[in-house]
Nanobody, 127 residues
Framework: QVPLVESGGGLVHPGGSLRLSCAAS????????VAWFRQAPGKEREFVAT????????DYADSVKGRFTISRDNAKNMVYLQMNSLKLEDTAVYYC????????????????????WGQGTQVTVSS
């Protein structure tokens, strides 16, 4: 059973918006830090955004600051990524991830700090 399932990806024009969703299964997301990563063809997986358990700590990759927003709805056991002003370079497979704890505050952007992953959803930005 895949612990996290992403949805909401698709094809969008530059400047458009998408909202990705991530549903947790088998565990209570409220007790976990959550994050989004992405991987473009031929590139390594990279950090996009993270949100702490209590919601007090957020961090974004410089490339998405001001355009993307991570949020969570603990009652629904869901995590979201609102993506606005999409650019061609945002094209990638987007992955949701969760972890009960960060090793350090500096590693919260590292994929190795996250124990649970989804299978990804494709986002394609094209004119």
């Amino acid at each position: 059973q895949v612990p996290l399932v992403e949805s909401g990806g698709g094809l969008v024009h530059p400047g458009g918006s998408l909202r990705l969703s991530c549903a947790a299964s088998g565990f209570t997301l409220e007790h976990y830090h959550v994050a989004w990563f992405r991987q473009a063809p031929g590139k390594e997986r990279e950090f996009v955004a993270t949100l702490s358990r209590g919601g007090s700590v957020t961090d974004y990759a410089d490339s998405v600051k001001g355009r993307f927003t991570i949020s969570r709805d603990n009652a629904k056991n869901m995590v979201y990524l609102q993506m606005n002003s999409l650019k061609l370079e945002d094209t990638a497979v987007y992955y949701c991830a969760a972890t009960p704890t960060w090793t350090t505050m500096q590693t919260k952007t590292a994929a190795r700090d996250y124990a649970y992953w989804g299978q990804g959803t494709q986002v394609t930005v094209s004119s």
